[in-house]
Protein backbone atom coordinates (compact mmCIF):
# COMPACT_ATOMS: atom_id res chain seq x y z
CA UNK A 1 0.00 0.00 0.00
CA UNK A 2 2.74 2.08 1.28
CA UNK A 3 4.49 1.05 -1.94
CA UNK A 4 2.07 2.06 -4.28
CA UNK A 5 1.50 5.20 -2.60
CA UNK A 6 5.33 6.22 -3.27
CA UNK A 7 4.62 5.03 -7.10
CA UNK A 8 1.81 7.13 -7.35
CA UNK A 9 3.56 10.09 -6.01
CA UNK A 10 6.31 9.77 -8.37
CA UNK A 11 3.93 9.85 -10.94
CA UNK A 12 2.47 12.37 -9.92
CA UNK A 13 5.92 14.35 -10.33
CA UNK A 14 6.39 13.05 -13.86
CA UNK A 15 3.00 13.95 -14.56
CA UNK A 16 3.30 17.78 -13.65
CA UNK A 17 5.84 17.78 -16.06
CA UNK A 18 3.61 16.33 -18.72
CA UNK A 19 0.83 18.39 -17.77
CA UNK A 20 3.24 21.65 -18.05
CA UNK A 21 4.29 20.58 -21.55
CA UNK A 22 0.73 19.52 -22.49
CA UNK A 23 0.09 22.91 -21.22
CA UNK A 24 1.72 24.77 -23.74
CA UNK A 25 0.11 22.23 -26.60
CA UNK A 26 -2.82 23.60 -25.66
CA UNK A 27 -2.19 27.32 -25.63
CA UNK A 28 -0.28 26.93 -29.20
CA UNK A 29 -3.40 24.66 -30.49
CA UNK A 30 -6.10 27.04 -29.10
CA UNK A 31 -4.30 29.89 -30.85
CA UNK A 32 -2.65 28.45 -33.82
CA UNK A 33 -4.87 25.35 -34.47
CA UNK A 34 -1.35 23.21 -34.73
CA UNK A 35 0.17 20.58 -32.37
CA UNK A 36 3.62 21.68 -31.96
CA UNK A 37 6.03 18.73 -32.11
CA UNK A 38 8.99 21.39 -31.15
CA UNK A 39 7.37 21.64 -27.78
CA UNK A 40 9.39 19.31 -25.99
CA UNK A 41 12.86 20.76 -27.86
CA UNK A 42 11.72 24.46 -26.66
CA UNK A 43 11.89 23.11 -22.92
CA UNK A 44 15.22 21.19 -23.58
CA UNK A 45 16.02 24.43 -24.75
CA UNK A 46 15.04 25.91 -21.38
CA UNK A 47 16.77 23.66 -19.47
CA UNK A 48 19.96 24.30 -21.57
CA UNK A 49 19.22 28.00 -21.09
CA UNK A 50 18.87 27.68 -17.42
CA UNK A 51 22.40 25.67 -17.22
CA UNK A 52 23.92 28.11 -19.61
CA UNK A 53 22.97 31.19 -17.11
CA UNK A 54 23.91 29.43 -13.86
CA UNK A 55 27.20 27.69 -14.81
CA UNK A 56 28.87 30.22 -17.26
CA UNK A 57 27.07 33.31 -16.13
CA UNK A 58 27.20 32.32 -12.51
CA UNK A 59 23.75 33.28 -11.40
CA UNK A 60 22.18 32.06 -8.52
CA UNK A 61 19.47 29.64 -8.86
CA UNK A 62 16.33 32.21 -8.85
CA UNK A 63 17.99 34.89 -10.91
CA UNK A 64 18.80 31.83 -13.34
CA UNK A 65 14.82 30.78 -13.32
CA UNK A 66 13.58 33.83 -13.91
CA UNK A 67 16.12 35.00 -17.13
CA UNK A 68 15.57 31.78 -18.40
CA UNK A 69 11.72 31.84 -18.57
CA UNK A 70 11.69 35.75 -19.11
CA UNK A 71 14.56 34.67 -22.03
CA UNK A 72 12.53 31.35 -23.60
CA UNK A 73 9.16 33.73 -23.48
CA UNK A 74 10.80 36.62 -25.85
CA UNK A 75 11.90 33.39 -28.19
CA UNK A 76 8.75 31.98 -28.24
CA UNK A 77 7.38 35.69 -29.74
CA UNK A 78 10.39 35.25 -31.72
CA UNK A 79 9.58 32.02 -33.44
CA UNK A 80 5.82 33.12 -33.97
CA UNK A 81 6.43 36.00 -35.78
CA UNK A 82 8.72 34.99 -38.28
CA UNK A 83 7.81 31.16 -39.18
CA UNK A 84 4.69 30.28 -38.12
CA UNK A 85 2.60 33.59 -38.77
CA UNK A 86 3.81 33.45 -42.59
CA UNK A 87 1.87 30.29 -42.96
CA UNK A 88 -1.23 30.25 -40.64
CA UNK A 89 -4.11 29.68 -42.57
CA UNK A 90 -2.13 27.04 -44.47
CA UNK A 91 -2.94 23.59 -44.33
CA UNK A 92 -2.78 22.44 -40.84
CA UNK A 93 0.06 19.48 -42.68
CA UNK A 94 1.88 22.12 -43.26
CA UNK A 95 2.31 24.03 -40.02
CA UNK A 96 2.77 20.14 -38.02
CA UNK A 97 5.73 19.64 -40.72
CA UNK A 98 6.73 23.55 -39.93
CA UNK A 99 7.19 22.55 -35.75
CA UNK A 100 8.72 19.40 -36.59
CA UNK A 101 11.54 21.09 -38.35
CA UNK A 102 11.74 23.66 -35.44
CA UNK A 103 12.50 20.60 -33.15
CA UNK A 104 15.21 19.59 -35.80
CA UNK A 105 16.95 22.57 -36.13
CA UNK A 106 17.02 23.13 -32.08
CA UNK A 107 18.38 19.63 -31.52
CA UNK A 108 20.74 20.25 -34.17
CA UNK A 109 22.11 23.26 -32.93
CA UNK A 110 21.98 22.36 -28.93
CA UNK A 111 24.17 19.44 -29.89
CA UNK A 112 26.98 21.53 -32.32
CA UNK A 113 27.70 23.56 -29.14
CA UNK A 114 31.19 22.30 -28.84
CA UNK A 115 32.06 20.63 -25.48
CA UNK A 116 27.96 21.57 -24.12
CA UNK A 117 25.56 19.62 -26.74
CA UNK A 118 26.48 16.37 -26.96
CA UNK A 119 27.50 16.04 -23.11
CA UNK A 120 25.02 15.12 -20.21
CA UNK A 121 24.62 17.95 -17.41
CA UNK A 122 23.01 18.01 -13.91
CA UNK A 123 21.52 21.52 -13.45
CA UNK A 124 22.83 22.63 -10.04
CA UNK A 125 19.68 23.35 -8.02
CA UNK A 126 19.87 24.32 -4.00
CA UNK A 127 17.23 21.36 -3.52
CA UNK A 128 19.03 18.73 -5.55
CA UNK A 129 19.36 15.17 -4.06
CA UNK A 130 17.34 15.75 -0.51
CA UNK A 131 14.39 13.64 0.43
CA UNK A 132 11.82 14.50 3.14
CA UNK A 133 10.73 11.40 5.56
CA UNK A 134 6.82 11.69 6.11
CA UNK A 135 5.78 8.84 8.82
CA UNK A 136 7.39 5.71 6.64
CA UNK A 137 7.40 7.65 3.67
CA UNK A 138 9.87 9.16 1.64
CA UNK A 139 9.62 12.33 -0.51
CA UNK A 140 11.69 13.45 -2.82
CA UNK A 141 11.83 17.12 -2.47
CA UNK A 142 13.07 17.34 -5.89
CA UNK A 143 9.38 15.77 -6.98
CA UNK A 144 7.81 17.65 -4.32
CA UNK A 145 9.03 21.07 -5.91
CA UNK A 146 7.84 20.25 -9.58
CA UNK A 147 4.50 19.75 -7.82
CA UNK A 148 4.19 22.45 -5.91
CA UNK A 149 5.48 24.89 -9.20
CA UNK A 150 3.15 23.15 -10.95
CA UNK A 151 0.21 23.64 -8.49
CA UNK A 152 1.47 27.40 -8.06
CA UNK A 153 1.69 28.13 -11.71
CA UNK A 154 -1.71 27.04 -12.87
CA UNK A 155 -3.19 28.86 -10.12
CA UNK A 156 -1.24 31.61 -11.36
CA UNK A 157 -2.59 30.88 -15.39
CA UNK A 158 -6.24 30.09 -14.07
CA UNK A 159 -6.22 33.58 -12.42
CA UNK A 160 -4.83 35.23 -15.74
CA UNK A 161 -7.42 33.63 -18.33
CA UNK A 162 -10.12 34.35 -15.63
CA UNK A 163 -9.57 37.84 -14.73
CA UNK A 164 -6.83 40.14 -16.74
CA UNK A 165 -8.14 41.76 -19.78
CA UNK A 166 -5.35 39.68 -21.71
CA UNK A 167 -6.60 36.64 -20.84
CA UNK A 168 -10.23 37.12 -21.52
CA UNK A 169 -8.93 38.37 -24.68
CA UNK A 170 -7.01 35.10 -24.83
CA UNK A 171 -10.24 33.02 -24.70
CA UNK A 172 -12.21 35.28 -26.74
CA UNK A 173 -9.67 34.65 -29.76
CA UNK A 174 -9.52 31.04 -29.40
CA UNK A 175 -13.07 30.76 -29.25
CA UNK A 176 -13.78 32.34 -32.27
CA UNK A 177 -10.51 34.37 -34.22
CA UNK A 178 -12.58 36.12 -36.87
CA UNK A 179 -15.56 37.45 -34.03
CA UNK A 180 -12.23 38.53 -31.74
CA UNK A 181 -10.98 40.22 -34.51
CA UNK A 182 -14.25 42.28 -35.18
CA UNK A 183 -14.80 42.85 -31.59
CA UNK A 184 -11.11 45.34 -31.62
CA UNK A 185 -9.29 42.36 -30.24
CA UNK A 186 -5.62 42.54 -31.60
CA UNK A 187 -5.21 38.25 -32.81
CA UNK A 188 -2.31 38.36 -34.20
CA UNK A 189 -0.75 39.77 -31.40
CA UNK A 190 -2.26 37.36 -28.89
CA UNK A 191 -0.85 34.16 -31.18
CA UNK A 192 2.58 35.57 -30.52
CA UNK A 193 1.75 36.31 -27.14
CA UNK A 194 -0.06 32.56 -26.55
CA UNK A 195 3.35 31.31 -28.11
CA UNK A 196 5.86 33.03 -25.66
CA UNK A 197 3.28 32.17 -22.71
CA UNK A 198 3.59 28.52 -24.13
CA UNK A 199 7.23 28.78 -24.37
CA UNK A 200 7.69 30.67 -20.89
CA UNK A 201 5.74 27.02 -19.21
CA UNK A 202 7.81 25.00 -21.51
CA UNK A 203 11.14 26.72 -20.07
CA UNK A 204 9.74 26.20 -16.42
CA UNK A 205 9.01 22.34 -17.27
CA UNK A 206 12.47 21.94 -18.34
CA UNK A 207 13.72 23.62 -15.40
CA UNK A 208 12.22 21.28 -13.02
CA UNK A 209 12.80 18.59 -15.23
CA UNK A 210 16.10 18.99 -14.90
CA UNK A 211 17.03 17.84 -11.58
CA UNK A 212 15.28 14.72 -11.97
CA UNK A 213 16.48 13.49 -15.03
CA UNK A 214 19.73 15.15 -16.61
CA UNK A 215 19.78 18.43 -19.44
CA UNK A 216 20.81 16.97 -22.99
CA UNK A 217 20.15 17.70 -25.87
CA UNK A 218 17.53 14.59 -26.36
CA UNK A 219 14.93 15.36 -23.49
CA UNK A 220 13.03 16.98 -25.53
CA UNK A 221 11.86 13.38 -26.89
CA UNK A 222 9.51 13.23 -23.07
CA UNK A 223 7.36 16.36 -25.39
CA UNK A 224 5.96 13.32 -27.47
CA UNK A 225 4.19 12.23 -24.03
CA UNK A 226 3.26 15.53 -23.28
CA UNK A 227 0.31 15.07 -26.86
CA UNK A 228 -1.26 11.50 -25.20
CA UNK A 229 -1.63 13.90 -22.13
CA UNK A 230 -3.16 16.86 -23.98
CA UNK A 231 -5.11 14.37 -25.89
CA UNK A 232 -6.39 12.80 -22.76
CA UNK A 233 -7.62 15.62 -21.29
CA UNK A 234 -9.26 17.01 -24.30
CA UNK A 235 -6.95 19.55 -26.25
CA UNK A 236 -8.39 22.72 -26.25
CA UNK A 237 -8.49 22.54 -22.39
CA UNK A 238 -6.19 24.13 -20.11
CA UNK A 239 -7.37 22.48 -17.19
CA UNK A 240 -7.40 19.20 -18.91
CA UNK A 241 -4.38 19.13 -19.70
CA UNK A 242 -2.99 19.63 -16.24
CA UNK A 243 -5.45 16.26 -15.32
CA UNK A 244 -4.71 14.35 -18.33
CA UNK A 245 -0.36 14.99 -17.93
CA UNK A 246 -1.21 13.41 -14.24
CA UNK A 247 -3.62 11.03 -15.84
CA UNK A 248 -0.54 9.73 -18.30
CA UNK A 249 1.68 10.18 -15.73
CA UNK A 250 0.05 7.66 -12.92
CA UNK A 251 -0.82 5.60 -15.11
CA UNK A 252 2.99 5.07 -16.65
CA UNK A 253 4.12 4.77 -13.24
CA UNK A 254 1.61 2.32 -12.11
CA UNK A 255 2.84 0.30 -15.48
CA UNK A 256 6.22 0.42 -14.93
CA UNK A 257 5.60 -1.03 -11.73
CA UNK A 258 3.15 -3.56 -12.12
CA UNK A 259 3.04 -4.56 -15.57
CA UNK A 260 6.09 -6.80 -17.39
CA UNK A 261 8.72 -4.59 -18.76
CA UNK A 262 8.30 -2.57 -21.74
CA UNK A 263 4.48 -1.83 -20.88
CA UNK A 264 6.02 1.32 -19.33
CA UNK A 265 7.06 3.32 -22.55
CA UNK A 266 3.88 2.42 -24.18
CA UNK A 267 1.92 2.70 -21.60
CA UNK A 268 0.93 6.33 -22.57
CA UNK A 269 0.05 5.92 -26.25
CA UNK A 270 -2.13 2.85 -25.40
CA UNK A 271 -3.80 5.29 -23.02
CA UNK A 272 -4.43 7.47 -25.74
CA UNK A 273 -5.27 5.31 -28.43
CA UNK A 274 -8.45 3.82 -26.26
CA UNK A 275 -9.84 7.58 -25.39
CA UNK A 276 -9.35 8.60 -29.28
CA UNK A 277 -11.38 5.37 -29.93
CA UNK A 278 -14.05 5.75 -27.05
CA UNK A 279 -13.95 9.30 -26.51
CA UNK A 280 -11.96 11.47 -28.46
CA UNK A 281 -12.71 14.78 -27.81
CA UNK A 282 -11.24 13.90 -24.07
CA UNK A 283 -12.02 14.25 -20.58
CA UNK A 284 -12.96 18.15 -20.41
CA UNK A 285 -13.27 18.31 -24.22
CA UNK A 286 -16.04 20.11 -25.66
CA UNK A 287 -18.18 18.75 -28.17
CA UNK A 288 -18.65 20.99 -31.10
CA UNK A 289 -20.54 20.36 -34.19
CA UNK A 290 -20.31 22.63 -37.62
CA UNK A 291 -23.51 23.23 -39.42
CA UNK A 292 -23.29 23.16 -42.87
CA UNK B 1 4.15 26.49 -76.69
CA UNK B 2 1.92 23.17 -76.92
CA UNK B 3 -1.85 23.46 -77.07
CA UNK B 4 -3.41 20.25 -76.69
CA UNK B 5 -6.91 19.49 -78.29
CA UNK B 6 -8.95 16.81 -76.43
CA UNK B 7 -11.85 15.73 -78.28
CA UNK B 8 -12.41 12.45 -76.07
CA UNK B 9 -12.53 12.03 -72.29
CA UNK B 10 -10.34 9.01 -72.41
CA UNK B 11 -7.66 12.13 -73.56
CA UNK B 12 -8.30 13.56 -70.86
CA UNK B 13 -7.16 10.68 -68.80
CA UNK B 14 -4.88 8.83 -70.44
CA UNK B 15 -1.20 8.69 -68.76
CA UNK B 16 1.15 9.70 -71.42
CA UNK B 17 -0.80 13.00 -72.54
CA UNK B 18 1.18 13.52 -75.36
CA UNK B 19 4.34 12.29 -77.55
CA UNK B 20 7.08 14.30 -74.66
CA UNK B 21 5.51 12.46 -71.95
CA UNK B 22 6.41 8.79 -74.22
CA UNK B 23 10.10 10.42 -75.19
CA UNK B 24 11.19 11.90 -71.81
CA UNK B 25 9.95 8.62 -69.49
CA UNK B 26 11.45 6.24 -72.11
CA UNK B 27 14.48 7.59 -72.33
CA UNK B 28 13.99 7.80 -68.39
CA UNK B 29 13.12 4.29 -68.27
CA UNK B 30 16.27 3.05 -70.51
CA UNK B 31 18.60 4.97 -68.24
CA UNK B 32 17.14 3.15 -65.47
CA UNK B 33 17.45 -0.55 -67.34
CA UNK B 34 21.42 0.90 -68.40
CA UNK B 35 22.03 1.87 -64.93
CA UNK B 36 24.05 -1.44 -63.40
CA UNK B 37 26.49 -1.25 -66.13
CA UNK B 38 26.74 2.60 -66.13
CA UNK B 39 26.96 3.01 -62.03
CA UNK B 40 29.55 2.69 -59.83
CA UNK B 41 28.56 -0.40 -57.54
CA UNK B 42 28.09 2.48 -54.91
CA UNK B 43 25.54 4.86 -56.86
CA UNK B 44 23.92 1.69 -57.97
CA UNK B 45 23.01 0.96 -53.41
CA UNK B 46 21.70 4.41 -53.57
CA UNK B 47 19.95 4.19 -57.02
CA UNK B 48 18.33 1.04 -54.98
CA UNK B 49 17.80 2.72 -51.97
CA UNK B 50 15.79 6.01 -53.69
CA UNK B 51 13.57 3.23 -55.63
CA UNK B 52 12.35 1.32 -52.41
CA UNK B 53 11.58 5.24 -50.84
CA UNK B 54 9.87 5.67 -53.78
CA UNK B 55 7.53 3.20 -53.53
CA UNK B 56 6.99 3.72 -49.68
CA UNK B 57 7.04 7.49 -50.72
CA UNK B 58 3.87 6.67 -52.77
CA UNK B 59 1.86 4.70 -50.45
CA UNK B 60 2.01 8.21 -47.61
CA UNK B 61 1.80 10.30 -50.75
CA UNK B 62 -1.21 8.38 -52.04
CA UNK B 63 -2.61 8.81 -48.04
CA UNK B 64 -1.06 12.27 -47.17
CA UNK B 65 -1.02 14.14 -50.52
CA UNK B 66 -4.45 12.84 -52.04
CA UNK B 67 -6.73 11.59 -49.58
CA UNK B 68 -5.28 14.39 -46.66
CA UNK B 69 -4.87 11.99 -44.02
CA UNK B 70 -1.68 12.35 -41.60
CA UNK B 71 0.68 9.68 -40.65
CA UNK B 72 3.09 9.73 -38.18
CA UNK B 73 3.58 5.93 -38.04
CA UNK B 74 4.47 4.93 -41.44
CA UNK B 75 7.62 3.28 -40.33
CA UNK B 76 5.46 1.26 -38.07
CA UNK B 77 3.88 -0.52 -41.93
CA UNK B 78 7.46 -0.39 -42.88
CA UNK B 79 8.56 -2.42 -40.30
CA UNK B 80 5.14 -4.84 -40.67
CA UNK B 81 6.42 -5.36 -44.16
CA UNK B 82 10.15 -6.03 -43.42
CA UNK B 83 9.37 -8.30 -40.54
CA UNK B 84 6.82 -10.39 -42.60
CA UNK B 85 9.23 -10.85 -45.91
CA UNK B 86 11.96 -11.53 -43.46
CA UNK B 87 9.77 -14.45 -41.68
CA UNK B 88 8.53 -15.64 -45.06
CA UNK B 89 11.66 -15.51 -46.76
CA UNK B 90 13.29 -17.30 -43.54
CA UNK B 91 11.30 -20.11 -44.31
CA UNK B 92 11.89 -20.43 -48.04
CA UNK B 93 9.30 -18.81 -49.29
CA UNK B 94 9.29 -17.51 -53.28
CA UNK B 95 10.12 -13.35 -52.76
CA UNK B 96 6.96 -12.69 -54.86
CA UNK B 97 4.81 -14.55 -52.75
CA UNK B 98 6.33 -13.38 -49.73
CA UNK B 99 6.25 -9.51 -50.54
CA UNK B 100 2.90 -9.66 -51.64
CA UNK B 101 2.15 -11.45 -48.18
CA UNK B 102 4.09 -8.30 -46.45
CA UNK B 103 1.65 -5.74 -48.25
CA UNK B 104 -1.36 -7.94 -47.29
CA UNK B 105 -0.37 -8.00 -43.62
CA UNK B 106 0.53 -4.54 -43.41
CA UNK B 107 -2.66 -3.56 -45.08
CA UNK B 108 -4.65 -5.64 -42.95
CA UNK B 109 -2.34 -4.17 -40.37
CA UNK B 110 -3.31 -0.37 -41.76
CA UNK B 111 -7.51 -0.92 -41.67
CA UNK B 112 -6.49 -2.09 -38.09
CA UNK B 113 -5.42 1.44 -37.71
CA UNK B 114 -7.74 3.30 -39.94
CA UNK B 115 -10.69 2.18 -38.44
CA UNK B 116 -10.08 4.50 -35.11
CA UNK B 117 -9.21 7.00 -38.13
CA UNK B 118 -12.75 6.86 -39.29
CA UNK B 119 -13.30 8.44 -35.54
CA UNK B 120 -11.27 11.38 -35.29
CA UNK B 121 -9.70 14.22 -37.79
CA UNK B 122 -6.52 15.81 -38.73
CA UNK B 123 -4.38 16.48 -35.96
CA UNK B 124 -5.74 13.72 -33.64
CA UNK B 125 -5.41 11.09 -36.74
CA UNK B 126 -1.36 12.15 -36.33
CA UNK B 127 -1.69 11.44 -32.82
CA UNK B 128 -3.01 8.36 -33.28
CA UNK B 129 -0.72 6.97 -35.76
CA UNK B 130 2.30 8.41 -33.97
CA UNK B 131 0.21 6.03 -30.65
CA UNK B 132 0.41 3.01 -33.02
CA UNK B 133 3.69 3.50 -34.26
CA UNK B 134 5.68 3.60 -30.76
CA UNK B 135 3.66 0.75 -30.01
CA UNK B 136 4.23 -1.67 -32.83
CA UNK B 137 8.45 -0.49 -32.37
CA UNK B 138 7.55 -1.71 -28.79
CA UNK B 139 5.90 -5.05 -30.30
CA UNK B 140 9.24 -5.30 -32.52
CA UNK B 141 11.26 -5.16 -29.64
CA UNK B 142 9.42 -7.20 -27.49
CA UNK B 143 8.31 -10.43 -29.74
CA UNK B 144 11.43 -12.11 -29.88
CA UNK B 145 10.86 -15.30 -31.09
CA UNK B 146 9.66 -13.95 -34.65
CA UNK B 147 11.74 -10.40 -34.78
CA UNK B 148 14.63 -11.21 -32.83
CA UNK B 149 14.29 -8.49 -30.06
CA UNK B 150 16.46 -5.26 -30.23
CA UNK B 151 19.40 -7.85 -31.40
CA UNK B 152 17.84 -7.88 -34.70
CA UNK B 153 17.25 -10.26 -37.42
CA UNK B 154 19.13 -11.63 -40.66
CA UNK B 155 17.20 -11.42 -44.17
CA UNK B 156 17.69 -14.09 -46.31
CA UNK B 157 18.17 -13.01 -50.14
CA UNK B 158 15.11 -12.96 -52.42
CA UNK B 159 14.75 -16.62 -53.98
CA UNK B 160 12.43 -17.76 -56.56
CA UNK B 161 12.85 -21.71 -58.21
CA UNK B 162 16.13 -21.97 -57.44
CA UNK B 163 16.90 -18.27 -58.74
CA UNK B 164 18.37 -16.32 -56.21
CA UNK B 165 18.77 -11.71 -56.33
CA UNK B 166 21.65 -11.69 -54.73
CA UNK B 167 23.91 -9.81 -56.82
CA UNK B 168 23.58 -5.72 -56.38
CA UNK B 169 22.48 -5.59 -60.27
CA UNK B 170 19.68 -8.30 -60.13
CA UNK B 171 18.14 -7.15 -56.62
CA UNK B 172 18.19 -3.48 -58.13
CA UNK B 173 15.95 -5.18 -60.83
CA UNK B 174 14.09 -6.30 -58.80
CA UNK B 175 13.23 -3.11 -57.53
CA UNK B 176 13.22 -1.39 -60.48
CA UNK B 177 10.43 -4.04 -61.63
CA UNK B 178 8.14 -3.37 -57.93
CA UNK B 179 8.57 0.73 -58.45
CA UNK B 180 7.69 0.67 -62.30
CA UNK B 181 4.19 -1.49 -61.19
CA UNK B 182 3.35 0.54 -58.07
CA UNK B 183 3.94 3.34 -59.96
CA UNK B 184 1.18 2.40 -62.66
CA UNK B 185 -1.04 1.15 -60.14
CA UNK B 186 -1.34 4.51 -58.52
CA UNK B 187 -1.63 6.82 -62.08
CA UNK B 188 -4.19 4.34 -62.62
CA UNK B 189 -5.81 4.60 -59.22
CA UNK B 190 -5.75 8.13 -59.51
CA UNK B 191 -7.38 8.30 -62.30
CA UNK B 192 -10.29 6.29 -61.41
CA UNK B 193 -13.16 6.90 -59.76
CA UNK B 194 -11.80 5.20 -56.21
CA UNK B 195 -8.52 8.09 -56.79
CA UNK B 196 -11.00 10.81 -57.67
CA UNK B 197 -12.80 9.81 -54.84
CA UNK B 198 -9.96 10.20 -52.15
CA UNK B 199 -8.98 13.73 -54.25
CA UNK B 200 -12.42 15.10 -53.36
CA UNK B 201 -12.05 14.12 -49.19
CA UNK B 202 -8.82 15.86 -49.40
CA UNK B 203 -10.83 18.98 -50.49
CA UNK B 204 -13.52 18.80 -48.70
CA UNK B 205 -15.13 16.03 -46.91
CA UNK B 206 -18.69 17.47 -46.37
CA UNK B 207 -19.10 17.84 -50.68
CA UNK B 208 -17.89 14.59 -50.69
CA UNK B 209 -20.11 12.80 -48.47
CA UNK B 210 -22.95 15.26 -50.05
CA UNK B 211 -21.86 13.79 -53.48
CA UNK B 212 -22.35 9.97 -52.36
CA UNK B 213 -18.73 9.35 -51.67
CA UNK B 214 -18.83 6.55 -48.47
CA UNK B 215 -15.89 8.52 -46.40
CA UNK B 216 -15.85 5.59 -44.36
CA UNK B 217 -15.09 2.85 -46.90
CA UNK B 218 -12.50 5.35 -48.79
CA UNK B 219 -10.86 6.26 -45.69
CA UNK B 220 -10.16 2.90 -44.86
CA UNK B 221 -9.50 1.98 -48.08
CA UNK B 222 -6.60 4.73 -48.37
CA UNK B 223 -4.83 3.72 -45.73
CA UNK B 224 -4.94 -0.43 -47.14
CA UNK B 225 -3.61 0.89 -49.80
CA UNK B 226 -1.22 3.19 -48.80
CA UNK B 227 0.14 0.45 -45.89
CA UNK B 228 0.16 -2.10 -48.68
CA UNK B 229 2.93 -0.03 -50.36
CA UNK B 230 4.96 0.64 -47.35
CA UNK B 231 4.86 -3.09 -46.54
CA UNK B 232 6.12 -3.47 -49.88
CA UNK B 233 8.75 -1.26 -49.56
CA UNK B 234 9.48 -2.85 -46.41
CA UNK B 235 9.81 -6.15 -47.74
CA UNK B 236 12.85 -4.76 -50.77
CA UNK B 237 13.93 -2.22 -47.60
CA UNK B 238 14.93 -5.72 -45.57
CA UNK B 239 16.25 -7.47 -48.72
CA UNK B 240 18.48 -4.66 -49.11
CA UNK B 241 19.94 -4.26 -45.69
CA UNK B 242 20.39 -7.81 -44.93
CA UNK B 243 19.47 -6.75 -41.48
CA UNK B 244 16.53 -5.36 -39.32
CA UNK B 245 15.91 -4.15 -36.10
CA UNK B 246 13.45 -2.13 -34.48
CA UNK B 247 14.89 0.96 -34.12
CA UNK B 248 15.14 1.39 -38.24
CA UNK B 249 11.27 1.89 -37.76
CA UNK B 250 10.92 4.23 -34.98
CA UNK B 251 9.51 7.79 -35.04
CA UNK B 252 12.86 9.15 -36.81
CA UNK B 253 11.86 7.38 -40.33
CA UNK B 254 8.47 8.54 -40.00
CA UNK B 255 9.46 12.29 -39.85
CA UNK B 256 11.91 11.04 -42.58
CA UNK B 257 8.98 9.55 -44.72
CA UNK B 258 7.07 12.69 -43.86
CA UNK B 259 9.92 14.79 -44.57
CA UNK B 260 10.93 12.71 -47.86
CA UNK B 261 7.10 13.65 -48.90
CA UNK B 262 6.94 17.40 -48.21
CA UNK B 263 10.00 18.44 -49.58
CA UNK B 264 8.79 16.58 -53.17
CA UNK B 265 5.97 18.00 -52.87
CA UNK B 266 3.03 16.74 -51.63
CA UNK B 267 0.06 16.40 -53.71
CA UNK B 268 2.31 14.88 -56.66
CA UNK B 269 3.15 11.80 -57.63
CA UNK B 270 6.61 12.95 -58.85
CA UNK B 271 7.08 14.83 -55.16
CA UNK B 272 7.54 10.80 -53.80
CA UNK B 273 10.39 9.80 -56.59
CA UNK B 274 12.09 13.74 -56.17
CA UNK B 275 11.49 13.65 -52.65
CA UNK B 276 13.11 10.07 -52.22
CA UNK B 277 15.93 11.16 -54.47
CA UNK B 278 16.39 13.78 -51.77
CA UNK B 279 16.37 11.97 -49.05
CA UNK B 280 18.80 9.33 -50.39
CA UNK B 281 21.48 12.02 -51.71
CA UNK B 282 20.87 14.65 -48.40
CA UNK B 283 23.61 12.88 -46.42
CA UNK B 284 26.03 12.93 -49.44
CA UNK B 285 25.74 16.17 -50.14
CA UNK B 286 26.31 17.17 -46.59
CA UNK B 287 29.22 14.96 -46.39
CA UNK B 288 30.59 16.11 -49.36
CA UNK B 289 30.11 19.87 -47.91
CA UNK B 290 31.69 18.93 -44.47
CA UNK B 291 35.11 19.32 -46.49
CA UNK B 292 34.58 23.09 -46.58
CA UNK B 293 33.10 24.14 -43.92
CA UNK B 294 34.90 24.95 -40.77
CA UNK B 295 35.79 22.05 -38.59
CA UNK B 296 33.27 23.34 -36.01
CA UNK B 297 30.54 23.41 -38.14
CA UNK B 298 31.58 20.12 -40.74
CA UNK B 299 32.73 17.88 -37.73
CA UNK B 300 29.18 18.50 -35.37
CA UNK B 301 27.29 15.65 -34.28
CA UNK B 302 23.81 17.93 -35.00
CA UNK B 303 25.14 19.24 -38.66
CA UNK B 304 22.62 16.84 -40.44
CA UNK B 305 19.18 17.33 -38.36
CA UNK B 306 20.20 20.94 -38.13
CA UNK B 307 20.22 20.90 -42.47
CA UNK B 308 17.26 18.66 -42.23
CA UNK B 309 15.38 21.17 -39.97
CA UNK B 310 16.51 24.01 -42.12
CA UNK B 311 15.36 22.77 -45.26
CA UNK B 312 11.81 21.23 -43.65
CA UNK B 313 11.13 24.83 -42.89
CA UNK B 314 12.29 26.70 -45.62
CA UNK B 315 9.91 24.67 -47.62
CA UNK B 316 7.10 24.77 -46.15
CA UNK B 317 7.84 28.32 -45.65
CA UNK B 318 8.79 29.32 -49.30
CA UNK B 319 8.08 26.38 -51.61
CA UNK B 320 4.87 24.29 -50.38
CA UNK B 321 4.19 22.24 -53.44
CA UNK B 322 8.53 21.38 -52.94
CA UNK B 323 10.89 20.87 -55.64
CA UNK B 324 8.32 19.48 -57.90
CA UNK B 325 6.14 22.28 -57.35
CA UNK B 326 9.42 24.71 -57.81
CA UNK B 327 10.25 22.48 -61.18
CA UNK B 328 6.39 23.06 -62.49
CA UNK B 329 7.21 27.10 -61.61
CA UNK B 330 10.05 26.66 -64.05
CA UNK B 331 8.58 24.82 -66.41
CA UNK B 332 5.69 26.87 -66.83
CA UNK B 333 8.00 30.51 -67.21
CA UNK B 334 9.34 29.13 -70.33
CA UNK B 335 6.71 27.07 -72.06
CA UNK B 336 5.12 30.74 -71.43
CA UNK B 337 7.74 33.21 -71.93
CA UNK B 338 7.68 35.84 -72.16
CA UNK B 339 4.66 36.06 -70.10
CA UNK B 340 4.81 34.60 -66.33
CA UNK B 341 3.51 36.88 -63.80
CA UNK B 342 4.58 36.40 -59.94
CA UNK B 343 1.55 36.00 -59.23
CA UNK B 344 0.20 33.00 -61.18
CA UNK B 345 1.24 30.15 -58.25
CA UNK B 346 0.76 32.21 -55.47
CA UNK B 347 -0.77 30.35 -52.76
CA UNK B 348 -4.43 31.35 -51.52
CA UNK B 349 -4.52 33.63 -48.36
CA UNK B 350 -6.75 32.06 -45.97
CA UNK B 351 -8.66 32.88 -42.47
CA UNK B 352 -7.55 30.34 -39.93
CA UNK B 353 -9.94 27.65 -40.72
CA UNK B 354 -10.64 25.68 -37.61
CA UNK B 355 -10.51 21.91 -37.39
CA UNK B 356 -12.26 22.08 -34.68
CA UNK B 357 -15.59 23.23 -35.82
CA UNK B 358 -15.49 20.10 -38.84
Known amino acids: ?292 | MRFLFKTTYLQDIRLARHGGYVFWYGLLVLALLAAPWLCSEYWLAQLTFILIYSVVGLGLMLLSGFTGLFSLGHAAFLGVGAYTEAALVGIGTPFPIAMAAAGLVAAGVGVVVGLPALRVKGIYLAIATLAFGFIVVEIFARWESMTGGNAGRQVMAPKLFGWSADSDASFYFVCLVVTVLATLAILNLLRAPTGRAFVAIRDSEISAQSLGIHLARYKTLSFAISAALAGVGGALYAHKLKFISPDQFDILQSIDLILMIVVGGVGSVHGAFLGAIFLITMPQVIALAKDFLPAAVGQAPGLQGTVYGLVLIGFVLFEPLGIYGRWLKMRTYFQIFPFYRRGMFKRQKSFLKSDRLK
Open chain 1, 1 to 292: MLQALQIVISGVAQGCIYGLIALGLVLIYKTTETVSFAHGDLMMLGAFAGFGCMTLLGLPFWLAFVATVVAMGLFGIVLERIVIRPILGQPAFALVTLTIGIGYVARGLVTMIPGVGTETHSLPVPYKDQTWNVGALVLNVEQMVVIAATTMLSAVLYAMFRYTRVGVAMQAASQNQLAAYYMGIPVRRLNGLAWGLAAAVAAIAGLLLAPITFVYANMGFIGLKAIPAAVVGGFGSLPGAIVGGLVIGIVESLSGFYLPEGFKDVAPYAVVLIMLVVRPNGIFGDQLRKKV
